[in-house]
């Protein structure tokens, strides 16, 4: 008698998405309001700082999620919560009784999470100068009092440009050029919160409140 081969999660997911091209890449912002648009129903694969991302899509919502690295492999609500929102998913489409299926192993049980990793626009408030710097502030609060020793990190093109803590006031401040950038915050249990911006003059030294109040 042969000996029984047993796959993995992830050898299973790519057994069944095959050689198909799939559509993207897409960041997970946008890999998840195409999947909303279209009903969409399959997996979305990225690959990240050494990570293997795969985020199932039941009629256009992320139902399941699996993430593997060299230390093991992570399920559900706990691979959500490693996303920092830089990851670029391709999209492929399965039938959806097979995500279903695929779902039952590694299921997001709080979709609050999936909101916590998406970009959030800040005030949009567009640059009529171009070059320069300036001094960009942010205030975090939770239920409408200051957080002290938030940590709160500043993205460009996927690199970290500033990091640092706030202070008892709930303020940090960062020196940067007039351009795009995102702002993160480092919550304790490992998950983030990206907020998409663009500094401009206007944003000098005026500090943005973030509320990081739970979600209900």
Do not use: W
């Not at 069944?16 to 009903?39: C, D, K, L, M, Y």
């Not at 093991?72 to 670029?88: M, R």
């Amino acid at each position: 008698m042969g000996r029984r081969v047993v796959l993995t999660s992830k050898e299973i997911i790519e057994s069944v998405v095959g050689s198909s091209p799939g559509e993207g890449p897409f960041g997970i912002r946008e890999a998840i309001e195409t999947a909303r648009r279209g009903s969409f129903s399959g997996v979305g694969r990225a690959h990240n700082k050494g990570r293997d991302i795969f985020l199932l899509f039941l009629e256009g919502d992320p139902k399941g999620a699996l993430l593997e690295d060299a230390k093991g492999t992570l399920f559900g609500n706990k691979a959500v919560y490693l996303l920092d929102g830089t990851e670029k998913f391709t999209l492929f489409s399965i039938k959806p009784e097979i995500v279903e299926r695929l779902i039952l192993s590694c299921r997001i049980f709080d979709q609050n999470i999936i909101n916590r990793v998406l970009p959030v626009d800040l005030p949009e408030v567009v640059s009529r100068t171009e070059g320069g710097a300036g001094i960009f502030a942010v205030v975090v609060i939770s239920e409408g009092k200051p957080v002290a020793g938030q940590r709160v990190s500043i993205r460009k093109g996927g690199q970290v440009v500033g990091n640092d803590f706030t202070r008892k006031d709930g303020k940090v401040s960062f020196r940067l050029l007039f351009g795009k950038y995102e702002c993160v915050v480092h919550f304790r249990d490992l998950s983030t919160k990206v907020y998409e911006f663009e500094f401009s003059p206007e944003l000098h030294n005026s500090p943005v409140t973030l509320d990081i109040s739970p979600l209900d």
